[in-house]
């Protein structure tokens, strides 16, 4: 086989090659299957037709089937942990490698190197501020396996003219960017599903902009698609050198994440931005990615979670909307490590070592802000499918870690089963944990102003100079 045409072993000079696979997602699923030696599944929740006996469960006395959540302040062997030392020395590595071996995978420990390009620059502005928009790519080393190219497009917008370094928001992007990375035209690079941008009719990018921090769009489905199919391809087909998964491999949600570390390595080199301050924020799918990226990479400062739901801030124990049994089908699987698999089929969510309020709780002490829409089914809602109340519960249980940690949680109490949920439009913003509900449909938008506000406490961006007549 000709090294153009296949992936090596090690380098692009080997011979031995193998042939990158191009699986359906059936294919790939029932692979991860067989390696796990399951035979069948249990089926998801149906979010969409009310007549299916599969429909979602909206009924809170039937929500809580394992209400008693893993201790994040226990250790394995039982003892509880009663000093911050105890936390970062024994008790976080404990649910890291949980995490890693038994829900999202681990990053392989040789992922190919970036290089970064600034593609172009271009002054502009938002509203009446100057800024400078730069599109650029971060290519991955493909040599060890030629026919799988791996690129990272992202945009950077900067204020033009500050005084010192800027914070900057890592935003996780639907869709594609409207430049052109590399040769050919980027639709024929991006396999993955298409989406809007479900910014709710907010320019929070100018909101962003006109606070004093720069923003990033990282497109992740270009770099890892949104889709099993794609699992022998992007960054994690790379490493795999086009070859399927093991059970402890990445899924989507970790590579995701990885593209984002990849864009704080690159402005933690820039000049202009205060690599100390730079965020992550996404929605919905992106909004678990969001979250992985704060729990694992320590770099990173503050973070917007929005409307993350089953896989990301919901707790995975609660039978409401989403299930963990959708996340193993054949739709979602991608996301997690194949491992996750055998919690849809001979286990079940409650025999799963950690839950969301773990993740949350790899934040701390960092500033973390949780966004959802209202959970109505009346026009304005995103509907129950997330599960707002099981994600407030992971949120309350996060709580007790902040605390050990010196932070302020939600201040409603421990008591995750009981604790009140604000009502809408009404936040709870006094701590370094925040929750705000708002009733603006399936987004961020309406929340990016409190969010702002909020994080001024943390973030603190030099002061814009006046706008200049003709700048």
């Given at each position: 086989?000709?090294?153009?045409?296949?992936?090596?072993?090690?380098?692009?000079?080997?011979?031995?090659?193998?042939?990158?696979?191009?699986?359906?997602?059936?294919?790939?699923?029932?692979?991860?299957?067989?390696?796990?030696?399951?035979?069948?599944?249990?089926?998801?929740?149906?979010?969409?037709?009310?007549?299916?006996?599969?429909?979602?469960?909206?009924?809170?006395?039937?929500?809580?089937?394992?209400?008693?959540?893993?201790?994040?302040?226990?250790?394995?062997?039982?003892?509880?942990?009663?000093?911050?030392?105890m936390w970062w020395k024994l008790r976080r590595p404990e649910i890291v490698r949980a995490f890693e071996s038994e829900m999202y995978g681990s990053v392989?420990?040789?992922?190919?190197?970036?290089?970064?390009?600034?593609?172009?620059?271009?002054?502009?502005?938002?509203?009446?501020?100057?800024?400078?928009?730069?599109?650029?790519?971060?290519?991955?080393?493909?040599?060890?396996?030629?026919?799988?190219?791996?690129?990272?497009?992202?945009?950077?917008?900067?204020?033009?003219?500050?005084?010192?370094?800027?914070?900057?928001?890592?935003?996780?992007?639907?869709?594609?960017?409207?430049?052109?990375?590399?040769?050919?035209?980027?639709?024929?690079?991006?396999?993955?599903?298409?989406?809007?941008?479900?910014?709710?009719?907010?320019?929070?990018?100018?909101?962003?902009?006109?606070?004093?921090?720069?923003?990033?769009?990282?497109?992740?489905?270009?770099?890892?698609?949104?889709?099993?199919?794609?699992?022998?391809?992007?960054?994690?087909?790379?490493?795999?050198?086009?070859?399927?998964?093991?059970?402890?491999?990445?899924?989507a949600l970790r590579a995701w994440a990885w593209g984002a570390s990849r864009v704080l390595d690159f402005l933690s080199a820039d000049p202009r931005v205060?690599?100390?301050?730079?965020?992550?924020?996404?929605?919905?799918?992106?909004?678990?990615?969001?979250?992985?990226?704060?729990?694992?990479?320590?770099?990173?400062?503050?973070?917007?979670?929005?409307?993350?739901?089953?896989?990301?801030?919901?707790?995975?124990?609660?039978?409401?909307?989403?299930?963990?049994?959708?996340?193993?089908?054949?739709?979602?699987?991608?996301?997690?490590?194949?491992?996750?698999?055998?919690?849809?089929?001979?286990?079940?969510?409650?025999?799963?070592?950690?839950?969301?309020?773990?993740?949350?709780?790899?934040?701390?002490?960092?500033?973390?802000?949780?966004?959802?829409?209202?959970?109505?089914?009346?026009?304005?809602?995103?509907?129950?499918?997330?599960?707002?109340?099981?994600?407030?519960?992971?949120?309350?249980?996060?709580?007790?870690?902040?605390?050990?940690?010196?932070?302020?949680?939600?201040?409603?109490?421990?008591?995750?089963?009981?604790?009140?949920?604000?009502?809408?439009?009404?936040?709870?913003?006094?701590?370094?944990?925040?929750?705000?509900?708002?009733?603006?449909?399936?987004?961020?938008?309406?929340?990016?102003?409190?969010?702002?506000?909020?994080?001024?406490?943390?973030?603190?961006?030099?002061?814009?100079?006046?706008?200049?007549?003709?700048?």
């Amino acid at each position: 086989m000709r090294a153009d045409h296949g992936c090596a072993e090690g380098s692009a000079a080997s011979i031995n090659q193998a042939t990158p696979l191009h699986w359906s997602a059936a294919q790939d699923h029932q692979n991860m299957m067989d390696q796990l030696g399951i035979k069948s599944l249990r089926r998801g929740a149906d979010g969409f037709h009310t007549n299916s006996p599969y429909y979602e469960n909206t009924d809170e006395a039937k929500a809580n089937p394992y209400p008693v959540l893993p201790d994040p302040l226990t250790l394995n062997n039982g003892k509880p942990v009663t000093s911050a030392a105890m936390w970062w020395k024994l008790r976080r590595p404990e649910i890291v490698r949980a995490f890693e071996s038994e829900m999202y995978g681990s990053v392989p420990s040789r992922v190919p190197p970036v290089r970064w390009q600034v593609l172009s620059s271009v002054k502009s502005h938002e509203g009446a501020l100057p800024v400078l928009v730069e599109n650029c790519v971060g290519r991955v080393d493909h040599a060890s396996c030629p026919s799988i190219q791996v690129d990272l497009p992202m945009t950077l917008t900067l204020p033009a003219r500050t005084i010192g370094r800027v914070p900057v928001i890592i935003h996780f992007a639907f869709g594609q960017p409207s430049f052109q990375w590399g040769m050919g035209n980027p639709a024929e690079k991006v396999h993955g599903r298409h989406w809007g941008n479900f910014d709710g009719g907010v320019n929070w990018q100018q909101l962003v902009l006109s606070n004093g921090w720069g923003c990033a769009e990282l497109f992740p489905t270009v770099y890892q698609e949104d889709d099993g199919s794609g699992l022998t391809r992007g960054i994690i087909g790379l490493c795999n050198h086009g070859q399927p998964r093991k059970p402890g491999d990445w899924g989507a949600l970790r590579a995701w994440a990885w593209g984002a570390s990849r864009v704080l390595d690159f402005l933690s080199a820039d000049p202009r931005v205060d690599a100390r301050q730079i965020g992550i924020e996404g929605l919905s799918r992106f909004g678990k990615a969001a979250l992985v990226t704060m729990a694992f990479d320590q770099r990173f400062a503050i973070a917007l979670i929005g409307s993350s739901g089953e896989g990301g801030v919901k707790l995975s124990r609660r039978n409401w909307g989403e299930l963990v049994e959708n996340l193993t089908g054949t739709g979602e699987y991608h996301w997690m490590a194949g491992a996750f698999l055998k919690y849809g089929g001979p286990l079940t969510p409650g025999d799963l070592p950690v839950d969301a309020h773990e993740l949350i709780a790899l934040c701390a002490p960092r500033p973390v802000f949780i966004s959802y829409g209202a959970s109505g089914g009346k026009p304005g809602s995103e509907g129950p499918w997330l599960d707002q109340h099981g994600s407030f519960m992971a949120a309350v249980a996060a709580g007790p870690v902040y605390r050990l940690l010196g932070r302020k949680d939600l201040g409603v109490g421990d008591d995750y089963l009981t604790a009140p949920m604000p009502p809408l439009n009404t936040g709870l913003l006094d701590g370094d944990l925040a929750w705000r509900q708002h009733d603006g449909g399936h987004t961020d938008g309406p929340n990016w102003s409190y969010f702002l506000a909020w994080a001024n406490r943390y973030i603190h961006a030099p002061p814009l100079p006046s706008a200049q007549p003709g700048s």
